[in-house]
């Protein structure tokens, strides 16, 4: 039958090209991160400002994509679940990674995780959100929390070390995951993996660097520098201005009355303008 050296080679090209075609679901995964990265960037060309006395980087523009990430925090990987790595995006040099993963034949579902590097070696610990059995949550059978109940009623703790976990998980690091409770931590040694389950989603991408970003400030290393890309507000920068233009009317108001006084009395010295207030990071956006 000749017709099927025709049929054969014309078939395996109409599946060549409908399965190389990108699909809804992938656009919109890419859409959504060009919207976490706006997110992440109010003001490009502003200058990274930490918050209460943490290092400060230089001038940035928002998450990086990178081809990859320190070997430590690949191998982190494996305990978030594995899957097949769709985008790394560097948000400190070095030291702390978003991964976007995709489903694979041993993983079914896409997940994004926030990689970053500890200072001090932890206590090996998982913390997820407690299960829901018949619409109501499970008995809480993992570490207690006697003294935060409510902490209890959200998260299950597991890990062989109670005593060093119930320190490591200090009440910083409780509050920054009830701020986000879908998110599931993973620690080991000097890596930590804070993951959220689902497709990507602009909002709660950021939401979840929010609540890295406070465990990082309690455990980050090299002086845990922030994980956010917040510039300078504009409202601060009104007020260095007006600060300023003060200053400048103090000293010309000054210089009038020198020249008024009398040439016996000894010229009065100029007024020196209060130092404009410095920059600090501003609240995390809630969406």
Known sequence: MPWLWYVGPLALLVVWY????????????????????????????????????????????????????????????????????????????????????GPD?????????????????????????????DGSRAPNTGIQFKKDPEFMEQFLVEGAEAKAIGRWLSTRVRDALRDFPDAWLFVQDRVMALAAYGPVD?????????AADAIFAEHGSDGAPSLLFEGDSEEEGDEDDDD?????????????DEDEAPASAPAGSAKQGAPASGSSRPAPRRS
């Open 18 to 101: 409908l399965t190389g075609l990108r699909g809804r679901h992938e656009s919109r995964r890419d859409a959504e991160l060009v919207r976490w990265r706006a997110l992440m960037t109010p003001n490009p060309a502003a200058r990274r400002s930490g918050a209460h006395g943490r290092k400060t980087t230089a001038e940035v523009a928002g998450p990086r994509p990178v081809r990859s990430a320190p070997s430590s925090l690949e191998r982190m990987l494996q305990e978030t679940g594995g899957g097949g790595v769709i985008a790394r995006y560097e948000l400190v040099p070095k030291l702390a990674y978003v991964a976007v993963v």
């Open 105 to 133: 034949a041993k993983n079914g579902s896409e997940y994004q995780v926030v990689l970053a590097k500890l200072a001090k070696p932890a206590p090996r610990l998982t913390v997820c959100p407690l299960p829901v059995v």
């Open 202 to 210: 602009a909002e709660r991408l950021e939401e979840l660097v929010i």
């Open 244 to 256: 300023e233009e003060e200053d400048e009317d103090d000293e010309d108001d000054d210089e009038g």
